[in-house]
């Protein structure tokens, strides 16, 4: 309505304008060099209207003549575009549905008509992958991983293949790239722990540990490979601080204070490892060196009163008093571990060793022996390295189960429901 009045006034005000020139007086005459034409004043105001109509009429049949190419280019990419779209929706239909070749059909289609953007290559990679065209997921894959905007997508994918065909330099390779494309992706630093533990790169799955990791085990082991010996032992603390019951960093921080001197020290952590969690193993390394038989045993039993009366201490008592001739403190241990309910093949093995030496060649010696021995068969087995997680047994600990790749599972562990209290080392 406002354009009709608006038009409307324009026009009454263009024909009031023309009919009050065609009312004035008057002649106009332009002179070109030999040319004068001469001629009323309203006759020229036509003219120059016609001239302006004229000239208008041209301007439009210049900007049609640009535009309609450019229209027609527009709409077929629009066509283009439709086309292609419903080629990533069949193709992603046909994923869905398992069809490998149409979905390869339809992905390639849709990257031919929409060119190579991330939603197409990706198309192309999953289409590739279904149909067993390594080859073609690949090639994929690596251009999405290319682009900028899509780097991760491809990583990820290639990262995962690498992982499928076992290439763990290669996966490691891809999840630093990864990581570096999109920094902080939670589940890029879980397959980059997996990947270094794989690997046994300690260090690594340490770093990529979160607060709840298994930061005791992963340090020790970690110390084991640290290139300079002050690492090692600044790591091996970090293991005892992360757990000071834990068994494997007992061992390896006092390992490390012996290797470099500092015995007084080691002996100290390894009394306070033994009053926590008494295990052989620490027994073994704090008796270690001391080869006189009679300070043997009082050397085992300065280690022991830290947590006398565990079964392990009497262990170790009734072995060191064994091999010192002390026969009655021997065999004194021995009932006491078994009053305390231990019934493993170690115990019985030590009491036929116990018999023989205190009875010797004796009707009652060989018979009190072959009692032992016996009860040796059918006892509880001794306690082991075993995963807790899938139950392999290791023949020494290791930061990681060597079968299903937990870190911190190996746990020392007896496989009977009568285990000996305490000598869990990992929680
Ligand atoms: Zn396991």
């Not at 009050?20 to 034409?37: C, F, H, K, N, W």
């Not at 999405?144 to 690498?162: C, F, H, M, P, T």
């Not at 952590?269 to 045993?297: F, N, Q, Y």
């Amino acid at each position: 309505m406002r354009r009709i009045l608006k038009t409307l006034f324009w026009s009454v005000l263009a024909v009031a304008i023309g009919w009050y020139i065609s009312t004035l007086p008057g002649r106009i005459s332009i002179e070109a060099g030999p040319y004068t034409v001469e001629t009323s004043d309203s006759v020229a105001v036509a003219a120059v209207l016609a001239l302006f109509a004229l000239l208008y009429i041209v301007l439009r049949l210049i900007t049609l003549a640009v535009l309609v190419p450019r229209a027609g280019s527009l709409w077929r990419t629009g066509r283009q575009r439709r086309a292609g779209e419903q080629a990533v929706t069949r193709a992603l239909v046909a994923l869905a549905a398992g069809e490998k070749a149409d979905a390869r059909r339809e992905a390639a289609r849709a990257r031919r008509l929409l060119g190579d953007t991330a939603q197409t290559l990706l198309l192309a990679a999953e289409a590739g992958r279904l149909a067993g065209r390594d080859d073609e997921a690949v090639a994929a894959l690596q251009a999405l991983a290319e682009r900028k905007d899509s780097a991760l997508l491809g990583l990820r994918g290639l990262l995962s293949n690498a992982i499928a065909k076992e290439n763990w330099s290669e996966a490691a390779a891809l999840a630093r790239r990864a990581e570096a494309a999109h920094p902080g992706a939670a589940w890029l630093r879980q397959e980059r722990a997996q990947l270094a533990v794989r690997a046994g790169d300690w260090a690594e799955a340490l770093t990529l540990a979160g607060p709840a990791g298994p930061r005791a085990a992963l340090s020790v082991g970690a110390a084991g490979q640290a290139a300079l010996p002050d690492q090692a032992e600044r790591l091996t603390r970090q293991a005892l601080k992360a757990d000071p019951g834990f068994v494997p960093a007992v061992l390896a921080h006092a390992t490390q204070l012996r290797t470099r001197g500092r015995e007084k020290k080691a002996q100290a952590v390894l009394a306070d490892g033994w009053r926590r969690s008494p295990h052989p193993d620490i027994s073994t390394l704090a008796l270690a060196g001391v080869t006189d038989k009679t300070e043997r045993l009082a050397a085992a039993k300065r280690l022991a009163a830290g947590a006398p009366g565990h079964p392990e201490s009497h262990l170790l008592l009734a072995r060191a008093a064994l091999d010192a001739g002390q026969m009655a403190e021997a065999r004194r241990h021995l009932d006491a571990a078994q009053a305390d309910g231990l019934d493993q093949r170690r115990l019985w093995l030590l009491r036929a060793e116990l018999e023989e030496e205190e009875h010797g060649d004796t009707e009652a010696g060989r018979m009190a022996q072959r009692d032992a021995l016996r009860r040796a068969a059918n006892a509880d087995p001794d306690p082991e390295w075993r995963c807790e997680s899938c139950h392999t047994t290791v023949p020494a600990w290791r930061p990681a189960c060597p079968a299903c790749l937990t870190p911190g599972s190996v746990v020392w562990r007896a496989d009977s429901p009568r285990e000996i209290a305490g000598t869990e080392v990992v929680a």
